[in-house]
């Protein structure tokens, strides 16, 4: 069994120069520091920086044994999936600088470790980063609901591969700047479905699977 949670997205886009509190741009400065733009042959998506690791979502590389991969600081350059779970549908990139650093030779994020976070209320905000326009912006989500996976994805449970376009394999976050998840694909609502209200629902594994598979 496999715990997930939902989140509806939006197209607002929140901007650092007009947050009013320094610990909103901070919190948009994580989010911005720790997303890789990763694009394979058929769809642009993101990565998240956890540890010294690129990981990301199986959906978005599918069965690419190399992709691109963009840092916020630094150049296009390839990298190469070492390690896939199909369980969890998470995959790990290795970016072809020696030594897991950027063009410039910096480390890939400013810190070792993103700080945790649960997902919590229905309604919460959630800061998604968005990479569809090769420039990642922060966009503003809502938190749906968490629930239980009794079987693969794409068996048990109706998600579109490759989707969200710009969204899929990036990192969920609160609005507190906590890494709460990663985005694993779109749900496709089946057709005349009563819960389907027009918003785009997105299934996220939550942050303590994420770390358990990079440290595994």
């Given at each position: 069994m496999k715990k997930a949670f939902l989140f509806t997205r939006t197209n607002t886009t929140v901007c650092k120069d007009a947050c009013g509190h320094p610990s909103d741009a901070l919190a948009l400065e994580r989010v911005l520091d720790r997303t890789v733009i990763v694009t394979t042959p058929v769809m642009v998506g993101a990565g998240a920086i956890v540890g010294d690791k690129v990981v990301t979502s199986l959906f978005l590389v599918g069965n690419y044994g190399q992709v691109s991969v963009r840092f916020r600081r630094g150049k296009k350059m390839s990298a190469f999936v070492t390690r896939r779970d199909t369980d969890r549908n998470l995959a790990e990139l290795l970016p072809s600088s020696r030594g897991l650093k950027t063009s410039r030779h910096e480390p890939l994020a400013s810190s070792p470790e993103p700080h945790i976070g649960e997902v919590r209320s229905i309604g919460d905000p959630l800061l998604v980063p968005n990479v569809s326009t090769g420039v990642p912006q922060v966009h503003v989500a809502g938190t749906l609901y968490v629930t239980v996976l009794?079987?693969?994805?794409?068996?048990?449970?109706?998600?579109?591969?490759?989707?969200?376009?710009?969204?899929?394999?990036?990192?969920?976050?609160?609005?507190?700047?906590?890494?709460?998840?990663?985005?694993?694909?779109?749900?496709?609502?089946?057709?005349?479905?009563?819960?389907?209200?027009?918003?785009?629902?997105?299934?996220?594994?939550?942050?303590?699977?994420?770390m358990d598979f990079v440290e595994s």
């Open positions: 009794g079987g693969r994805f794409e068996d048990r449970w109706r998600i579109s591969p490759n989707e969200p376009r710009g969204f899929i394999g990036g990192a969920v976050w609160n609005a507190g700047g906590e890494f709460v998840g990663l985005t694993i694909g779109e749900k496709i609502h089946p057709r005349h479905d009563p819960t389907d209200r027009g918003f785009r629902s997105v299934y996220a594994l939550p942050a303590e699977c994420i």
